[in-house]
């Protein structure tokens, strides 16, 4: 418990650290890291499609979520022993519907090493509406707006306790004309087993683009497993490009072949919200669902499918 406190402690100091150091806007800095505030584009790609990781509070920098560690930590894939399937539907508020097909290949038995390979992709559709000119009056035109992403990686464990890993992105998207952009994710992984209970800390830089053209963040995460409890414990220290800083926060329980989960995400903002959700894991398949409440707009509802052998 000491070791965990410990890593939880650093884990809160480094970033807040990094961003004073970089001088980022949450404390009235200019570098340049944080140059050109709100040119970022791609923002679609901050969605945490699995309801898992969703319902936890979007922890998933040290916490292995199958195929849907490929967007928040590479590095996990590593710890994939099974091939998968996934399948995950998100409604939103507005009419915004957002769907996600992934998969996961594990190759440790064929390699002998721990190595883990992953694909997904995604579609956003926001619907369609009708345009406004600067003073309000409709011009009679209908503009929509659909997004998409395929993004394609692997991690690979270096050696017992560590693991690097990494993605490519292609995203687009369209309302009065299509843009499209390259990107990437890199990860690792550092494991450490205490008696029946197991640590990982986890770092991320993500969404890494030219010209800040991607919606980049860096992510360092806790993850703390108490066996003998059948609970986890996640924190995520995340630190946006151009945003602030802010914490997540998840717990899950076990209870036979049922996971109970609760989460909070954004914590150090006054948009922090709460989120809660539940589970089912057999042999063959898992079934996940996620209720997550944004305060003044309605409610959004995420259910995840696996399939795994």
Request: hydrophobic content about 40%.
């Amino acid at each position: 418990m000491k070791n965990f406190l410990f890593v939880l402690i650093f884990n809160f100091q480094f970033l807040i650290f990094s961003a004073i150091s970089i001088g980022g806007p949450a404390f009235g800095g200019n570098s340049l890291l944080f140059a050109g505030v709100g040119t970022q584009e791609m923002k679609f790609l901050r969605i945490v499609p699995g309801a898992r990781t969703a319902a936890l509070g979007e922890i998933g920098t040290a916490f292995l979520n199958g195929n849907y560690s490929l967007t928040t930590n590479p590095a996990l894939l590593s710890g994939i022993n099974r091939n998968e399937i996934s399948f995950t539907h998100i409604e939103y508020f507005a009419d915004v519907n957002y769907e996600f097909l992934g998969f996961a290949i594990s190759l440790g038995h064929q390699l002998k090493k721990k190595i883990g390979l992953a694909g997904n992709l995604v579609y956003l559709d926001a619907g369609k509406w009708d345009e406004r000119d600067l003073e309000g009056v409709k011009t009679g035109k209908t503009l929509s707006y659909q997004a998409g992403a395929f993004c394609l990686g692997g991690g690979i464990e270096i050696d017992k306790d560590t693991s690097f890993g990494l993605n490519g992105i292609f995203a687009y998207d369209k309302i009065n004309k299509s843009a499209q952009y390259f990107g990437a994710t890199i990860g690792a992984l550092y494991g450490l087993p205490l008696g029946n209970n197991k640590l990982q800390v986890g770092f991320a830089a993500q969404n890494l683009g030219r010209n800040n053209s991607l919606p980049t963040t860096f992510a360092l995460g806790t993850t703390y497993e108490f066996q003998n409890l059948a609970t986890t414990i996640s924190l995520d220290s995340i630190l946006p490009v151009n945003e602030n800083f802010y914490l997540n926060l998840g717990i899950e329980k076990k209870v036979k072949s049922l996971f109970l989960r609760a989460g909070l995400n954004r914590i150090g903002r006054k948009e922090m919200r709460y989120s809660i959700g539940l589970g089912l894991f057999t042999s063959t398949f898992s079934f996940d669902y996620a209720y997550v409440p944004f305060q003044d707009l309605a409610d959004t509802h995420r259910i995840s499918f696996t399939i795994h052998h």
